[in-house]
């Protein structure tokens, strides 16, 4: 019998792995909220949800309607990458709450062991405004770099290549987000104790740590119980998510050949300004790189399967066991 003619072909991939790491931070949150309650302004949370809900119901409408398997696929990314995004900050703040010393000193040995000095960095970055403002741009842009690799993907029929990247940027973000309670760190602004008039042209960047540094450090000595999602701040040092979301947007952008090398350098620019629009220590880039490269790995072999199928199929056959009679032979 012949699958459903509105069934995607395989080779495009499934989001069944990424939906599933969603459920997965989702089940973090709630474990972290059990140990150590936060409570929420309700306000910040009407206009995703309304958002979310939207999605949603267009997302049933392209795929089982009019059927627009492209269509439907870039509008469940956009779900995904809203989903995410808000559990994904929230469960950041109750693992900081939990985490122990700090390995700001640890992590700047690291540095020197490279043989990487991150204020001759900074100072050398400060002294040319116009390299200054590039790599501002280029760092701020994050999420517009994501929703235009999504686009081009999906404009370009590369589905698979699509779900890789968002499945990808999920794994890593919630790694990221648990791997910093057991690496708690503020990065080089706080740690050297560097003010705004220190680097007059990175300004923007040691006012934005500092802001970063009051929920961090709130959340770990309990002063911060109350989350507000439109004030979320991102607090992960160890590792860069930045930099791991960056290595993902060059292997995102490479599938498109020629036409992908413009989103290849922005994102090489990003990387680049990581340590000093973030503070990052060197060891941070270079462990969201390698995060980045696992999740991408693993995300290749994951969209393969349709693992929400696979598991109803699991249950419906325990369902569908024989009841042993109870009568005699």
Same mark, same amino acid.
Request: glycine share 10%; charged share 10%; net charge positive.
């Given at each position: 019998?012949?699958?459903?003619?509105?069934?995607?072909?395989?080779?495009?991939?499934?989001?069944?792995?990424?939906?599933?790491?969603?459920?997965?931070?989702?089940?973090?949150?709630?474990?972290?909220?059990?140990?150590?309650?936060?409570?929420?302004?309700?306000?910040?949370?009407?206009?995703?949800?309304?958002?979310?809900?939207?999605?949603?119901?267009?997302?049933?409408?392209?795929?089982?309607?009019?059927?627009?398997?492209?269509?439907?696929?870039?509008?469940?990314?956009?779900?995904?990458?809203?989903?995410?995004?808000?559990?994904?900050?929230?469960?950041?703040?109750?693992?900081?709450?939990?985490?122990?010393?700090?390995?700001?000193?640890?992590?700047?040995?690291?540095?020197?062991?490279?043989?990487?000095?991150?204020?001759?960095?900074?100072?050398?970055?400060?002294?040319?405004?116009?390299?200054?403002?590039?790599?501002?741009?280029?760092?701020?842009?994050?999420?517009?770099?994501?929703?235009?690799?999504?686009?081009?993907?999906?404009?370009?029929?590369?589905?698979?290549?699509?779900?890789? $990247? /968002?499945? @990808? *940027?999920?794994?890593?973000?919630?790694?990221?987000? &648990?791997? %910093?309670?057991?690496?708690?760190?503020? #990065?080089?602004?706080?740690?050297?104790?560097?003010?705004?008039?220190?680097?007059?042209?990175?300004?923007?960047?040691?006012?934005?740590?500092?802001?970063?540094?009051?929920?961090?450090?709130?959340?770990?000595?309990?002063?911060?119980?109350?989350?507000?999602?439109?004030?979320?701040?991102?607090?992960?040092?160890?590792?860069?998510?930045?930099?791991?979301?960056?290595?993902?947007?060059?292997?995102?952008?490479?599938?498109?050949?020629?036409?992908?090398?413009?989103?290849?350098?922005?994102?090489?620019?990003?990387?680049?300004?990581?340590?000093?629009?973030?503070?990052?220590?060197?060891?941070?880039?270079?462990?969201?790189?390698?995060?980045?490269?696992? $999740? /991408?790995? @693993? *995300?290749?072999?994951?969209?393969?399967?349709?693992? &929400?199928? %696979?598991?109803?199929?699991?249950?419906? #056959?325990?369902?569908?066991?024989?009841?042993?009679?109870?009568?005699?032979?």
């Amino acid at each position: 019998m012949r699958a459903s003619s509105h069934r995607e072909p395989e080779s495009q991939g499934f989001d069944d792995a990424s939906w599933l790491l969603v459920g997965l931070c989702l089940l973090f949150l709630i474990l972290f909220q059990l140990a150590a309650p936060f409570a929420f302004a309700a306000s910040g949370f009407a206009g995703p949800a309304a958002m979310i809900g939207m999605l949603w119901a267009a997302s049933r409408f392209y795929t089982r309607y009019r059927v627009r398997p492209a269509f439907a696929a870039l509008i469940t990314s956009a779900m995904l990458i809203i989903l995410f995004s808000i559990a994904g900050g929230i469960l950041s703040y109750l693992v900081a709450a939990h985490g122990g010393a700090l390995w700001d000193a640890r992590l700047e040995r690291w540095d020197r062991a490279l043989g990487f000095d991150w204020l001759g960095y900074a100072r050398w970055v400060n002294g040319h405004p116009a390299l200054a403002t590039l790599y501002r741009w280029a760092y701020v842009t994050m999420t517009p770099q994501l929703l235009v690799l999504v686009l081009v993907l999906t404009a370009t029929n590369r589905l698979r290549e699509m779900r890789v $990247a /968002i499945c @990808a *940027a999920i794994l890593a973000g919630l790694a990221a987000v &648990l791997l %910093s309670g057991l690496t708690p760190a503020v #990065g080089n602004y706080i740690h050297l104790h560097l003010g705004p008039g220190d680097l007059p042209n990175l300004q923007s960047a040691a006012a934005a740590t500092f802001a970063q540094y009051v929920d961090f450090s709130g959340a770990r000595d309990g002063s911060l119980r109350l989350i507000e999602l439109a004030k979320l701040e991102g607090i992960i040092v160890f590792p860069s998510y930045h930099s791991a979301l960056g290595a993902i947007f060059i292997w995102g952008f490479a599938q498109m050949g020629r036409v992908g090398w413009p989103g290849m350098l922005w994102a090489s620019l990003m990387l680049m300004a990581t340590p000093v629009y973030g503070g990052h220590y060197l060891v941070d880039v270079l462990a969201g790189i390698s995060l980045a490269s696992a $999740a /991408i790995a @693993a *995300a290749g072999r994951l969209v393969r399967r349709p693992w &929400l199928g %696979s598991i109803a199929k699991i249950f419906r #056959g325990k369902a569908s066991l024989p009841v042993p009679s109870t009568l005699p032979a």
